[in-house]
């Protein structure tokens, strides 16, 4: 509760008694490979000082084609093959950044490993809590955080005599209807329907559910987190955006299906799409994890600031 009300306070306090110097937008270059790709900008204000101000969710950022690319709620997401600009204004500042979409007709059958597992995984499907407890839940049972790609696979498509999806007719397929509540599910609503996530696993059986490859398939190399440091304010919030950056060197952003956990949650709080809020002076970082990789990023709320030192007199040579 309190963190809404903080965030309520700093969305209606949205000016500055200076606008600032420069905005900082990441990433500087926008590349969306894929029809299924997006990217979160994120928009930081800078003053002279050094401060920093998170913009992200008061930016206005519009895309100079929207028949290449279109943007949403600060999500870029491309339309066609081709080139453009995105232009972000905050703070009464501007800043344009080239952006490309390409092989958006490419079709590409939704991957298992890369696309299937993440979504299971941020849905806490395959949680110590859920189907991925020891015995599994009702029958189901999955992988521990989607560790073995081969087993769930099977588990998903094979088990129960083949009657947990129904390619011809997907959204039939206990796959979607109970984590969406078409069906009943114990495990409650884990998926909205006709969500993005919804639609992905639909997209997934209606290519006929194919299995990983353990020798094609890439795995996560590494994850980046912007911004990967803050001193911040309590009552500030800060949009975190997360780069996925595969073994075979394709930078994808995967804030959407990352997980966000608070390290101390009475310095800040985070929510499941990465929106930290702030709330009193300290110290924390927020895990980000996706794909088997984690990566933290340092939070700083000052318990007090100089803006001069204090001189103090010299009393020999080390002062």
């Known amino acids: 509760m309190l963190a809404a009300i903080l965030l309520m306070v ?3 306090d949205a000016s500055e008694p200076n606008p600032p110097a420069r905005l900082v937008v990441y990433p500087p270059e926008v590349k969306l490979v894929g029809q299924r790709a997006e990217q979160r900008v994120i928009v930081l204000g800078e003053w002279p000082d050094g401060r920093r101000r998170d913009f992200t969710h008061q930016a206005r950022i519009t895309s100079a084609n929207d028949k290449f690319v279109q943007v949403e709620n600060g999500v870029a997401r491309p339309v066609g093959d081709g080139a453009t600009t995105l232009t972000i204004e905050a703070g009464g500042r501007k800043v344009v950044v080239p952006v490309t979409a390409e092989q958006i007709r490419a079709d590409r059958p ?3 490993t890369r696309e299937v597992q993440p979504v299971l995984t941020k849905a806490g499907c395959n949680s110590g809590a859920c189907h991925g407890a ?4 009702g029958g189901f049972r999955l992988s521990l955080f989607g560790f073995d790609s081969a087993f769930d696979h099977a588990q998903m498509v094979q088990s129960n005599e083949g009657r947990r999806v129904v390619v011809h007719e997907p959204e039939r397929s206990i796959l979607l209807a109970k984590p969406a509540l078409v069906m009943e599910h114990g495990g409650g609503e884990r998926l909205k329907l006709h969500s993005r996530e919804y639609a992905l696993l639909r997209t997934w059986l209606e290519d006929g559910a194919p ?3 353990a020798k094609r398939d890439p795995k996560v190399a590494r994850l980046e987190v912007f911004p ?4 911040l304010e309590p009552g500030e919030q800060q949009q975190l955006a997360v780069t996925a950056i595969w073994s075979d060197g394709h930078r994808e952003d995967v804030t959407a299906l990352a997980q966000f956990d608070t390290l101390n949650e009475s310095v800040a709080t985070v929510t499941r799409a990465g929106l930290v809020a702030t709330l009193k002076a300290g110290e924390t970082h927020i895990m980000v994890r996706f794909g088997g990789q984690a990566k933290v990023a340092e939070l700083t709320l000052p318990f007090a600031r100089l803006t001069r030192f204090p001189e103090f007199p010299a009393n020999n040579f080390i002062d």
């Open 134 to 137: 020891a015995l599994g839940r």
């Open 110 to 112: 939704v991957s298992f």
């Open 10 to 12: 700093v969305a209606i």
């Open 228 to 231: 990967p440091r803050r001193i």
């Open 211 to 213: 299995g990983p490859d």
